[in-house]
């Protein structure tokens, strides 16, 4: 261990060893007061004398000063403090506000200043005013800058364990709202948008910079906070059916489906039609049932699954043989555009333009709207994410006197281990803000406190803790408990079930391996997987592997042959079995896995010849 | 009887998975939380680290260590027990002082360190002996300064050989590099960093019968495969224990029979156990496929689809649980 720390031990520079100075990395003298040295430059870059892209710093340990000037070095600006007293004065807010100083002017007269990481080493920088003592050198221009843009929405950030932060950045990034303005303009080839989108209660200063509630992502949710038979444990949540059909969390979904009439080599090209009924590999007629002439659905058409959204037929794959009569027949190819199996909606606008390629190209663009249903996931802005469970009617739903009834009932279990404490006041505060008619203050370290809620709660004749006694929706009887009922900003994130559902009895199989396909988009199954099949090992069930991976996957029964051991043939013609091999020799039929049969093909060409001894099943 | 016959293990029961999900669920928490220790220094290797360590059957420990128990009165008196410690403890030359080579004269000069050499009670005879006998005949002594004269000729071997003094054994045991005396539950005992069985054993007032060491591949060639077995379950416990981590010690000393069953320690993995599997099939799937599959073509081997893994490949019932059971009698 000893020997590693040496390692790591910086070299012990000669006493006598001049300050060096580095000007970009680059040595370009010697200086004896580095301290004094660094103070002058600093000064003069402060004065105006030198150009404020200068950042200086004064490395005692390796005796260097440094000045850098090149680019790529991230710099933030800093108010600066002399003598425990901040630059930027009262005076100066004011000349601000009223239009007589602007930013750059605070930059050039040395109020504010730029600094990069190793200036910042040598600097003590306050986070807020108050905290000011002699020492510090510098003072951030507001506590909140030392987040970036997505924390600094984020409501209450100093209340909540760093985690469950982290955790509502990432999910505010999924949350639904108004993405764009022109959407109704747009292609994109998935999209949803918020049916009544609202500003929360509670926001940040930098909330309302960035003009955020002008396409906000969320609604203001009535939100208690109580078990509720168990239909919101382990994170789920228990939502209000009513209102829900008032319009609570609803959203739309837009999914764009594009497709181009290619023209290939030999001058043959594709065609949008309806496609004939000789076309190889035509569908059922109803499924061509919403095309117009031209082979494009109508606008508002309702479309459901493996309905055609674009006929179109396409040149044979190979070239037809010349039929009897001496001339080429005419074959297509079916390959319209469809609507995915497990997906429905109405037809919503469609687009018939060029591809990049200069080929005719239609995009049609599928809306369906999204009603929160038990399994789509919300999320407050704390890293409090949850799934619906269940969907109450307002009649069922607890009320309080005043006959309040929650829109959402969240678990009291998902609080106390996460440590959201800004989850509880948001709560609070929305409450307050709901009843006094204000926007409540939630930026980081200055927002509004606990105690400003408090005393407004009191104020308005409520509990000023935010409790209060429920009525249980289905005997009308007051639950015992007080419980905890807030106003607090929830998001509809866009993880939908609807998006997501689904199931596999049967359904197609790979081409190769005979095994069931993959993925929800192919209709595939669920891989049954090593560990999967480890346990069923370890529990002895040997018959239920064979059928998971055996029967219900790629089975087939193979000829053998009794002499060689190789897989025969069947002759269709003759009616007759034969091995290629042998030629006359008798057959068995074997039960095997299709993926064994393609180890034994390439055993083969691997130049070894594997042969397999049948025995009767005991 | 009474006692065994509830807890036996059904026939057909599979105990190698069983044993290797208990020892691998647990093993999964553990490689977790190993990464999450970043930065605390460790003095042995334990938790996944060690755990490795002992599957693939390393030659040596990381950190070899030895537990050495003492015989009478010097299990209660700590002085004793120091002196003890400090026979065994491996005393080489570098330690005393420092070895350099002198180029101009082909000599190997050797500054002993005063000190030191009280410290650790080593006379200046002793050294002169040892390094007489090792290094060269022509040994002049200036104070505390050796002159070696050893017969070379290139100035290679001059550093060669200088290199290969400063680990010159002067006093203790080989590979013993430091002894410390602990208080354990019965008395004193001397935890030792490196490991040296034999060389313990035969060390004055040490209890023979009671050496403890977490080399396992020196317990196998010293003590034998029975030994080897017992130290290897004593090991992976200790490790799962310190974990926290309550694994049936049943599980364990499967995985350690299986080690040690053919009278040699194997290791878990491509050269150990799994490649040396019956069945053609079961290695091939394993690892290096095609080099299996080669060599049973080479020797026209025959797969008898006796194990688990050749089964599910072909598509067979698995020779386990409920597969193992057959009609008696052919309809």
Redo the contacts between chains.
């Keep these: 261990m000893a020997k590693k720390n040496k390692k790591r031990r910086l070299p012990k520079l000669p006493a006598d060893r001049k300050i060096q100075v580095l000007l970009n990395g680059r040595l370009v003298g010697t200086v004896d007061n580095a301290e004094e040295f660094v103070n002058k430059l600093r000064a003069d870059r402060r004065a105006g004398l030198l150009p404020v892209g200068l950042n200086f710093f004064h490395n005692r340990r390796a005796k260097d000063v440094l000045i850098n000037c090149d680019s790529g070095r991230a710099r933030r600006p800093y108010v600066i403090v002399e003598g425990g007293k901040s630059k930027l004065t009262p005076a100066l807010i004011d000349q601000l506000k009223n239009g007589q100083m602007s930013w750059g002017k605070l930059v050039s007269i040395g109020v504010i200043e730029y600094m990069d990481a190793e200036e910042e080493e040598a600097s003590l920088i306050a986070l807020k005013e108050d905290d000011l003592t002699p020492q510090h050198t510098h003072l951030e221009i507001d506590p909140v800058t030392i987040f970036g843009v997505t924390v600094s929405v984020l409501p209450y950030p100093e209340y909540n364990s760093s985690p469950r932060i982290t955790m509502a950045c990432a999910m505010a990034k999924q949350s639904l709202g108004t993405y764009t303005t022109n959407f109704n303009m747009r292609n994109d080839s998935r999209a949803h948008v918020m049916f009544y989108p609202q500003q929360p209660l509670m926001q940040t200063r930098p909330y309302k910079v960035l003009k955020f509630a002008e396409h906000a992502a969320g609604q203001n949710f009535v939100v208690a906070i109580t078990s509720m038979m168990g239909y919101n444990a382990s994170d789920a949540l228990v939502m209000s059916r009513s209102a829900v059909d008032r319009g609570l969390g609803r959203s739309i979904f837009y999914k764009t489906h594009e497709t181009e009439e290619r023209r290939y080599p030999g001058g043959q090209r594709d065609k949008f039609e309806i496609p004939a009924v000789t076309t190889q590999g035509y569908r059922e007629e109803k499924a061509y049932r919403h095309l117009g002439e031209d082979g494009i659905a109508f606008p508002e058409a309702q479309v459901g699954p493996k309905d055609v959204l674009v006929g179109k037929t396409s040149p044979p794959r190979f070239l037809e043989e010349i039929s009897v009569f001496g001339m080429v027949e005419e074959k297509k190819r079916e390959n319209s555009l469809s609507v995915k199996g497990g997906e429905e909606g109405t037809v919503d606008s469609v687009l018939v333009t060029d591809s990049l390629a200069g080929h005719r190209m239609v995009k049609a663009r599928i809306r369906s709207i999204k009603v929160p249903e038990a399994g789509d996931k919300f999320a407050s802005r704390h890293g409090q994410k949850g799934v619906i469970g269940l969907l109450l009617s307002q009649e069922d739903m607890p009320f309080t006197k005043d006959g309040i009834s929650p829109d959402l009932i969240i678990n009291p279990h998902a609080i106390p281990s996460r440590m959201t404490a800004g989850h509880l006041l948001e709560m609070l505060g929305g409450k307050a803000a709901c009843h006094t008619g204000e926007f409540g203050d939630t930026s980081a370290f200055l927002g509004d406190t606990e105690d400003t809620f408090r005393s407004q709660m009191k104020n308005l004749g409520f509990d000023e803790y935010g409790e209060e006694t429920l009525y249980d929706g289905f005997t009308g009887q007051a639950i015992k408990a007080k419980i905890y009922i807030g106003c607090i900003y929830y998001q509809k994130l866009h993880h939908l079930v609807s998006n997501k559902m689904h199931v596999r009895s049967r359904g197609p199989v790979q081409l190769l391996t005979h095994q069931p396909t993959e993925g929800r988009a192919r209709e595939g199954g669920l891989r049954f997987g090593e560990m999967e099949r480890d346990c069923l090992i370890g529990y002895g069930a040997s018959m239920l592997i064979r059928e998971r991976l055996l029967e219900e996957s790629d089975r087939t029964f193979e000829l053998v042959c009794q002499k060689c051991g190789s897989i025969g043939v069947r002759d269709h013609i003759k009616n007759a079995d034969y091995c290629p091999l042998c030629e006359t020799s008798q057959l068995y039929q074997a039960e095997m896995s299709y993926a064994f049969k393609l180890l034994l093909d390439e055993i083969k060409a691997l130049g070894i010849f594997p042969r397999l001894i049948l025995k009767d099943r005991a | 009887m009474m006692k065994i016959s509830p807890i036996k293990v059904a026939v057909?029961?599979?105990v190698g998975?069983?044993a290797?999900?208990s020892i691998g669920e647990p093993g999964t928490q553990m490689t977790m939380r190993t990464f999450h220790y970043a930065g605390v220094?460790e003095q042995v290797p334990t938790g996944l680290p060690r755990l490795i360590e002992l599957v693939d059957v390393r030659k040596e420990p990381k950190k070899p260590l030895m537990d050495i128990y003492l015989k009478g009165a010097a299990k209660d008196d700590e002085k004793k027990a120091q002196a003890i410690a400090a026979d065994i403890e491996s005393i080489t030359l570098g330690r005393l002082g420092e070895v350099v080579e002198d180029f101009t004269q082909k000599k190997i000069v050797i500054e002993l360190d005063p000190d030191e050499m009280s410290h650790l009670r080593v006379e200046m005879d002793e050294v002169r002996k040892k390094v007489k006998a090792s290094l060269g005949t022509d040994v002049e002594t200036d104070g505390n300064t050796l002159r070696v004269k050893p017969k070379v000729n290139s100035l290679r071997m001059l550093r060669r050989l200088t290199n290969r003094a400063k680990s010159l054994p002067i006093r203790g045991v080989e590979r013993i590099r430091r002894c410390v005396v602990l208080k354990g539950k019965d008395g004193f005992f001397i935890r030792t960093a490196g490991s040296n069985i034999s060389g313990i054993m035969k060390a004055e007032g040490v209890d023979s019968t009671r050496v403890y060491t977490n080399d396992i591949k020196e317990v196998e060639k010293m003590l034998g495969i029975e030994a080897a077995r017992n130290a290897l379950v004593h090991e992976l416990k200790q490790v799962l224990d310190t974990q926290g981590l309550n694994v049936d010690i049943r599980h364990i000393m499967l995985l350690a029979d299986a080690m040690t069953m053919n009278g040699q320690i194997k290791s878990i993995g491509r050269h150990g156990l799994s490649g040396q599997k019956a069945g053609v099939l079961a290695r091939a799937a394993f690892e290096e496929t095609?080099k299996h599959?080669?060599n049973?073509?080479i020797q026209a081997e025959?797969d008898r689809l006796i194990g688990?893994t050749e089964n599910?490949?072909?598509?067979?019932?698995?020779?386990?649980?409920?597969?193992?059971v057959?009609?008696k009698m052919?309809i």
């Design positions: 057909g029961e599979a998975i069983v290797a999900q220094a095609v599959l080669v049973a073509a025959e688990v599910i490949i072909v598509g067979q019932t698995v020779p386990l649980g409920t597969g193992l057959k009609l052919k």
